[in-house]
């Protein structure tokens, strides 16, 4: 597979879309193939008002979640690929890990069987989890929607999930500081990438 597939992580107000959008920005000023796409909504675009608008039980969220990314990654992701395109997705299956299982509670194992399933097995190479405290993530979200009205107890294992993700795969993960500024943190990503960047 000629292409290299790059995710974004972390609580909301992180600055993820900030982020995604001026890498996808470097990575084409180097000349490479680039694809910005984003989850949810990334492979079932009406996937948004049914996962905002309804009560849903865990269970049913993780697997709308999942719809979508069966589609994406089959759809958008691994065509983009397989065509030698770069892609950064604004989230990905680790956003499932940490908001449905440590957040909502749902067991690891049964979303990890789901998502081997619905990716095909598709890993990202690098995932650049932008971490916040969650009191802060919770004073940047102006207009919560309902998933990010959970509160802060939820975001609180939110946090920890996606923090234990990254220290069970510290190959794959930078973890990083979103209270620094915006150029810092992309300063910090770019930094990282030079030795994939041709
Ligand atoms: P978000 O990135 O905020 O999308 P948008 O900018 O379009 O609102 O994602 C919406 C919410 O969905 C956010 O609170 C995180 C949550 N989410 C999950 O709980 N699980 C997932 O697998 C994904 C992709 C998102």
Redesign the pocket.
Known sequence: MAGVFLTLEG??GAG??TQARLLAQFLAEKGLKVHLT????GGLPGV?GL??GEELSPEA??LL??A??AEHVRRVILPALQRGVWVVS????D??????GY??GLPLPWLQEVARMATLGLKPRLTFLLDLPPEEALRRVKDP?R??RSGLDFFRR?REGYLRLAEAEPERFLLLDARKGVEAVQEEIRAHLQALVP
Do not use: I, M, N, T
């Open positions: 609580l909301d993820k879309s984003h989850e949810p909504g948004r996962l905002l969220e993780y979640f999942s979508d990314r604004d989230r990905y299956l956003s499932s890990l940490a908001y449905q957040g909502r929607d998933l990010e939110v």
